[in-house]
């Protein structure tokens, strides 16, 4: 092999870490805002639970009270 052989060989080596490294790092990023967009609708799913609970509290209560109300009506 002569040297510009190994020249070519080195270029082409070199581009090839480069197209990896910038896909690597594009998967990461990707990756990154996964993770973002996975919290936020985890936070938002946290969020609707605790509402739902609440909701489902209110309505236990008012059922207690129309079961006390109809058997006081008896």
Do not use: C, H, P
């Amino acid at each position: 092999m002569d040297a510009g052989s190994v020249f070519l060989i080195v270029v082409g080596a070199v581009i090839i870490a480069g197209v990896w490294y910038a896909g690597v790092r594009r998967r990461v990023a990707v990756s990154a805002e996964t993770q973002r967009q996975y919290a936020e609708q985890a936070a938002e799913t946290q969020r609707l639970l605790t509402e739902m609970s609440a909701q489902l509290a209110d309505l236990n209560r008012r059922t207690a009270d129309m079961q006390r109300i109809l058997k006081d009506a008896e």
